[in-house]
Structure formats: structure tokens, C-alpha cells
């Protein structure tokens, strides 16, 4: 490198421009930039999530509120029904009892669980149609004639039991304790085979 500039100052050593004129002494090199190699951003590796698990349904028994609730709604509905056809009403309640617990838990039944909804609506239906058939016995009962109205729809029915005819004439207190054993059976039979049949057409799983 020349020690002088042409200007005539004198340079320092590895000047890089004359301190008195400004004039460059040797050509400045830009260093390479080597080129940023590192992401712009950290992106996290894509991890499948496997969804949560499904909760499982309740047991079907009377420590299961919704299925006690809906089985209150659907004896109550049979019960009304009931005065005017008894053994259809305890088929449906049963049946209605599973379509409107599949309806609000969004689970399947299968027929085993069709029926044990069913018995639980039986159990109640049986405990409401118990209650309004004693309380249609009550004034024959008051006027001291337990049974009289029941003897008399017997005697004028088609479907006459001489058998059960003569009971109610001998003994009406025992013959009312046997329809409401017949109704029990009837009941909650009938209401089973309705919850069944209706796992089987609607609660199905699929």
C-alpha cells in the first residue's frame, strides 16, 4: 500500500481512506452473507390427537335418574291411556320408555336393555294403575259392598270366569288381592315386551 496519498498527505498504515482529502486507498469488498438457513418460524410437529372417549351409559336400574324420569313420564302417559285400553297402554309405555331415552341420551338399546327399561316403567305403571283401581273399589267398599261394581262388569262381560265370578261372590276381598296379582303379571310382562320391541325397532344399535 503507498504511504503517501496523491494528494501528497502521508497515510497511516492500512488506512483505508486519506484523512486529509477523503480519497479511497484500496477497494473495499463486501463479506458474503451466507444465507439465513434457520426457519423464519419454529413450526411444532403435527401429533394426532386421538378423540376422547365416548362415556359409557349408565346401568339401567332405579340408581339411573334419567332412565327412572323418562320411566315416570312414560307410566304416567300409559296410565291415562289405561282407562281406556289397558293392555295396549302398558304395551306402549314400554315402548315409549325406550324411544324417549334413546331420544335424550343419543344411546342404543339393545333388546336386554329394552327390556330392563321396560320393567322399571311396569314397576311404576303397575304402581299408578294399582292405586286407580283400589280407588275405584273404595265406595263399594264404604256402602259395605266390597267388589260389587267389579262382580256386575263381570257378570255382563263376554269373557266370563265362573271360577272367578264365584270367588267374588264368596269372597271379594280376595278376589280384588288376585286381580291386582293379575295385573302385577300383566303389567310389567306387557310393558317388558313393549320395551323390548322397542330396542328391537328403535333403539337398535347400529
Same mark, same amino acid.
Given at each position: 500500500? #503507498?504511504?503517501?496519498? *496523491?494528494?501528497? #498527505?502521508?497515510?497511516?498504515?492500512?488506512?483505508?481512506?486519506?484523512?486529509?482529502?477523503?480519497?479511497?486507498?484500496?477497494?473495499?469488498? @463486501?463479506?458474503? =452473507?451466507?444465507?439465513?438457513?434457520?426457519?423464519?418460524?419454529? *413450526? #411444532? !410437529?403435527?401429533?394426532?390427537?386421538?378423540? !376422547?372417549?365416548? !362415556?359409557?351409559?349408565?346401568? +339401567?336400574?332405579?340408581?339411573?335418574?334419567?332412565?327412572?324420569?323418562?320411566?315416570? =313420564?312414560?307410566?304416567?302417559?300409559?296410565?291415562?291411556?289405561?282407562? +281406556?285400553?289397558?293392555?295396549?297402554?302398558?304395551? #306402549?309405555?314400554?315402548?315409549? @320408555?325406550?324411544?324417549?331415552?334413546?331420544?335424550?341420551? $343419543?344411546?342404543?338399546?339393545?333388546?336386554?336393555?329394552?327390556?330392563?327399561?321396560?320393567?322399571?316403567? $311396569?314397576?311404576?305403571?303397575? $304402581?299408578?294403575?294399582?292405586?286407580?283401581? *283400589?280407588? /275405584?273399589?273404595?265406595?263399594?267398599? %264404604?256402602?259395605?259392598?266390597?267388589?260389587? *261394581?267389579?262382580?256386575?262388569?263381570?257378570?255382563? /262381560?263376554?269373557?266370563?270366569?265362573? @271360577?272367578?265370578? /264365584?270367588?267374588?261372590?264368596?269372597?271379594?276381598?280376595?278376589g280384588i288381592l288376585i286381580l291386582l296379582g293379575a295385573m302385577f303379571v300383566f303389567v310389567t310382562c306387557l310393558s317388558m315386551a313393549g320395551g323390548a %320391541?322397542?330396542?328391537?325397532?328403535? $333403539?337398535?344399535?347400529?
Amino acid at each position: 500500500m #503507498a504511504e503517501y496519498c *496523491t494528494c501528497g #498527505a502521508q497515510l497511516p498504515e492500512d488506512a483505508l481512506f486519506c484523512h486529509k482529502c477523503g480519497k479511497p486507498q484500496r477497494e473495499i469488498v @463486501a463479506p458474503e =452473507v451466507e444465507a439465513n438457513t434457520y426457519p423464519t418460524a419454529l *413450526t #411444532a !410437529p403435527v401429533v394426532d390427537v386421538p378423540p !376422547p372417549p365416548r !362415556p359409557q351409559p349408565l346401568p +339401567l336400574n332405579f340408581h339411573n335418574p334419567i332412565a327412572v324420569r323418562i320411566a315416570l =313420564v312414560a307410566a304416567v302417559s300409559a296410565t291415562m291411556l289405561g282407562m +281406556l285400553l289397558p293392555f295396549v297402554s302398558w304395551l #306402549a309405555g314400554g315402548f315409549f @320408555a325406550v324411544y324417549l331415552y334413546c331420544r335424550k341420551t $343419543g344411546f342404543r338399546l339393545d333388546v336386554l336393555a329394552g327390556v330392563k327399561i321396560g320393567w322399571i316403567t $311396569g314397576l311404576i305403571l303397575y $304402581g299408578f294403575s294399582a292405586v286407580v283401581f *283400589t280407588a /275405584s273399589q273404595v265406595p263399594d267398599a %264404604l256402602s259395605g259392598h266390597p267388589g260389587k *261394581t267389579m262382580l256386575e262388569q263381570m257378570k255382563n /262381560s263376554p269373557f266370563q270366569d265362573p @271360577a272367578m265370578t /264365584s270367588m267374588f261372590q264368596s269372597d271379594p276381598v280376595k278376589g280384588i288381592l288376585i286381580l291386582l296379582g293379575a295385573m302385577f303379571v300383566f303389567v310389567t310382562c306387557l310393558s317388558m315386551a313393549g320395551g323390548a %320391541l322397542g330396542a328391537k325397532l328403535v $333403539g337398535s344399535p347400529k
